[in-house]
Every structure is written in C-alpha cells, then in structure tokens.
C-alpha cells in the first residue's frame, strides 16, 4: 500500500506504513479500532489507493469471479478465496461483533462477498476511481 | 478514404470501432468523430453491432447497471433498444432489441466477470482521446436515495412481520375470549339443586 501511495504521490498524505495502519484501524468492525478522525484528503487518497491496487489485483479478482459465475465446474478458486477471507476476519476483526459473526457466516454472506469483487473489479480502469468515488459519494 | 479501426480488449470481451475523422471539425487523419460501426464480442456469446445510437444506448444501459450494482440498488434498465437486470441468481440478462422488423430480440446471459470486462471496455473508450463520443450524456444520473424515501422491499420486511404477528395473537385472543364466555354462559344456565333428595338439574 505505502509503495502504491509513493507512486500517486500521496506521501504527505501517508507518510509512513503506521499513518495508514493508523487509518485502517478507523474501521470499526476491527479488534484494533480507534476513533481518530478521518479527513476529506485522506479519504480521496484511500480511494486512490484501493482503485490503483486492484488494477494490479485485477486478473486475480476476475478469475475469483469468474470461478464463482462457475463454481458448478471450476469452485475452487472461489473456495480458497472465501476461506482465506474468513480466516482474515476472524484474525483481525473483533468476532464478538453481530456483523462480523453475520460475515463470517458462509450463507449470509456469499453474495457479499461477491459484490466485494464486482466493486474492486469495477474499480480497476481508468473510470474506477471517478467510479468508487460516485458510489461512496452516494451510500 | 480510408476508415480508422480501433480496438478495445478486456479478458474475455473486444469492442471494435470503426469510422472516420471530420475534417470539418479538425481532426487528424487517425480520429474518429464519425462511427460507421461498432463490434462487441464476448466470449461464448454471439456478437453484437449496430450504429451508434446503439451503442450509445449500450453504454448508457451498461453504465447505468454498474452504478445500480454498486450502489446495492434493484431497479431495472430499460430502453427502447436494451433491457439489463441483475436476475435472482447472480447473472446479468441483457435483452437486445432490433430496430429491424420481424428480427427477435436477442437474450444473453453474463456473469459477473464478463460484464466487468465490457465495463472495462467502454472505460478504455472513453478514455481514447483519437475517438470522440460525448460520454457526458452516457454517464447514469442516479439520485442520491432521501432519508424518507420509500423502498417497498424494507417496509415489507420491516412492518409487515410484527403486524402480521399482532394480528394473529389478537385473532387468537379474540377466539379463546369467545370460547370462554361461551362456556361461562352455559354454566350460568345450568343450576344444580341439591336440597331435594334427588338431584335435579335445571337447563333453562
């Protein structure tokens, strides 16, 4: 993430590997949440960030994807996908939570899961960061 | 004159887009201003062309299905050439209506990967700079949902199961009250008379 910053030219933004483990520990649903505050800048840049990398990730999310669209003849990539995920979750988000314990229950959350890859996937041109901007803009 | 041919590529889908520049707008010889036709192929699915009304009617639909997608949003896509919705099991239905006569619409079904990869597509267009479609007009128009808006899918989840659920203990109530004043009456008719020697029961 620092490395895809540094090449954005986002440095007063995220200086350092702390500032933005700093902002992910924003997230409420994680065991190491904090209540700093967020700013407009930083929230752009975090946009940035995640539309830039999943272009990197982007043959890596449509085959997940693809094996889901499939997952009759070709689920294990989708499996292995949703496994590590959970494990994830279970590592870093506070499972006493109802909506962590409600995503890491496989049936509830497939389709979650899913929309999670559409939107990175949807992330990933040119558009995606006018696009995931439009989206967060409009929750 | 010869015609320019671009062409755009994601994964599984090609759009293809040929025309020619206009002088009388300034344009060098490799632009395009005007599309003569267009081509998007998709893997294992027929091809589809047209004119640009077409396509712009495509780009339009498609765009707008991401944003609803996206957004978490249920509303169909539908115009005089194209109808795109998400169905119950994950996939894209895409309806292709001809402005030929007596041509049937053409049906396709996508998945989730394909219609990035057309998505995809149409971005990489957009952002050509040798071909020029005003992408302005193209982009959804979507209206931020009001606090007091009203979605008939979270009103029937929400209201109707603790309605229901009142209803039925008040029908329960209702008949068990019936039943027991019922039976109380029919005690009250029935009078046991017990100093006689032999007992005697009255039923008025």
């Known amino acids: 993430m620092l490395a895809i910053s540094n090449k954005l030219n986002l440095q007063h933004l995220f200086p350092s590997k702390v500032s933005i483990w700093k902002l992910r520990s924003n997230n409420p649903m994680r065991k190491s949440h904090s209540g700093n505050k967020i700013n407009i800048e930083q929230f752009d840049g975090l946009i940035r960030i995640t539309s830039e990398m999943s272009k990197y990730l982007y043959p890596y999310i449509r085959a997940i994807v693809s094996s889901k669209d499939n997952q009759i003849n070709k689920p294990e990539l989708w499996n292995d996908f949703q496994y590590r995920f959970i494990e994830l979750i279970e590592e870093r988000f506070n499972t006493e939570s109802i909506i962590v314990k409600n995503l890491l229950n496989y049936k509830y959350s497939q389709e979650y899961y899913k929309k999670i890859l559409l939107t990175l996937s949807l992330a990933s041109s040119d558009e995606g960061y006018n696009r995931l901007k439009f989206v967060m803009a409009n929750l | ?204």
């Open chain 2, 1 to 204: 004159m010869f015609q320019n041919k671009y062409s755009f590529n994601q994964s599984s889908t090609e759009l293809v887009i040929s025309g020619l520049p206009d002088y009388s707008n300034n344009d060098k010889k490799d632009n395009i201003s005007i599309i003569s036709s267009w081509k998007l192929s998709i893997i294992n699915q027929p091809e589809i062309e047209g004119s640009i009304d077409h396509l712009r009617c495509v780009i339009r639909a498609f765009y707008k299905c991401a944003a609803l997608s996206l957004l978490d949003r249920e509303e169909k896509v539908e115009s005089e050439l194209i109808n795109l919705n998400l169905d119950k099991s994950g996939n894209y239905r895409i309806i292709l209506k001809s402005t030929k006569p007596n041509v049937k619409p053409l049906k396709l079904n996508i998945g989730y990967a394909e219609f990035s990869d057309i998505i995809n597509c149409f971005d990489q267009l957009k952002n050509f700079n040798k071909i020029k479609i005003d992408f302005n007009e193209l982009l959804p128009n979507i209206k931020k949902k009001s606090f007091f808006s009203f979605d008939i899918n979270k009103f029937s989840n929400t209201i109707i199961p603790p309605f229901l659920a009142l209803f039925t203990i008040s029908i329960f109530t209702f008949i068990s009250v019936y039943f027991y004043e019922n039976k109380d009456s029919r005690n009250k008719n029935i009078s046991i008379i017990s100093n006689i020697p032999n007992i005697m029961i009255k039923i008025k």
